[in-house]
């Protein structure tokens, strides 16, 4: 069975390097990744909250966050900045 | 051809957790993943810092840097900390 990833980003330029360097650089017979936009999903920001996700764009990865370079906080994605 | 990706760390927690969790996650059929330890190999600093990294543990991948969380400021690898 597959592991699942969860890719949130918030749509920024940073996230976007992100998901085409990183995510899509995840071996697919070990994971299944899902990517998360803040913008479309704002309801899945306190989940990603729960996994201890502080910024975008963030992975977690078997319930712990891996906080990739830096795009937004969680508190400007909830403000809408 | 694969890609080459650099896993630049510092042995700290916070490097072996993003080296298990996302260096071994990697597409071995798409990267070659080299690990680079600064405590064994400190003449590689300047390498990584003209590749834009700032901490460690991060990945080069074709040539742009990824922080993954924050374990240690190049400044402290370089001061021993």
Same mark, same amino acid.
């Given at each position: 069975m597959k592991a699942k990833v969860i890719f949130y980003h918030a749509g920024c330029p940073v996230c976007v390097t992100a998901e085409q360097q990183l995510a899509g650089a995840l071996d697919p017979a070990k994971f299944d990744v899902e990517a998360v936009n803040f913008a479309d999903a704002p309801e899945r920001i306190a989940e990603a909250e729960r996994a #201890?996700? =502080?910024? =975008?764009?963030a992975f977690v990865i078997d319930g712990a966050p891996f906080h990739i370079?830096? #795009? =937004?906080s969680l508190a400007d994605v909830k403000g809408g900045a």
């Open positions: #201890g996700v =502080a910024s =975008a764009p370079n830096f #795009g =937004a």
